[in-house]
Nanobody, 126 residues
Framework: VQLVESGGGLVQPGDALRLSCAAA????????MAWFRQGPQKDRECVAA?????????WYSDSVAGRFTISRDNAKETTFLEMKNLQPADTSTYYC???????????????????WGQGTQVTVSS
């Protein structure tokens, strides 16, 4: 499977964005999906994950809980990250990642995921 992110951009503090991650030609129903972000000179950080077992099995980092929402549309082979009340600290390159049939619900470890998109830049600035 190949993943292609879109939806990034330059926004002001308090604005919202929706990132999309489209899978080329393969259903995502058996994949655990996650969104990571990486700022300049920072480690890649997992911000949200969704288990392949259920759309309701989701995890968020403390830094985005209550503001970000991960979701998926398996029929459209797309995963989304809805981001609200964006702040300058959210400025990063955002990556979606996938791992098929993960034997547990989530992982925040980037090395667990073996399929990555190319990334989309989100910049929050006034």
């Amino acid at each position: 499977v190949q993943l292609v992110e879109s939806g990034g951009g330059l926004v002001q503090p308090g604005d919202a964005l929706r990132l999309s991650c489209a899978a080329a030609g393969r259903s995502l129903s058996s994949y655990t999906m996650a969104w990571f972000r990486q700022g300049p000179q920072k480690d890649r950080e997992c911000v949200a994950a969704n288990s392949w077992r259920s759309r309701d099995r989701v995890w968020y980092s403390d830094s985005v809980a209550g503001r970000f929402t991960i979701s998926r549309d398996n029929a459209k082979e797309t995963t989304f990250l809805e981001m609200k009340n964006l702040q300058p600290a959210d400025t990063s390159t955002y990556y979606c990642a996938a791992r098929i049939l993960l034997p547990y619900d989530y992982s925040q470890n980037a090395s667990v995921f073996n399929v990555w998109g190319q990334g989309t830049q989100v910049t929050v600035s006034s």
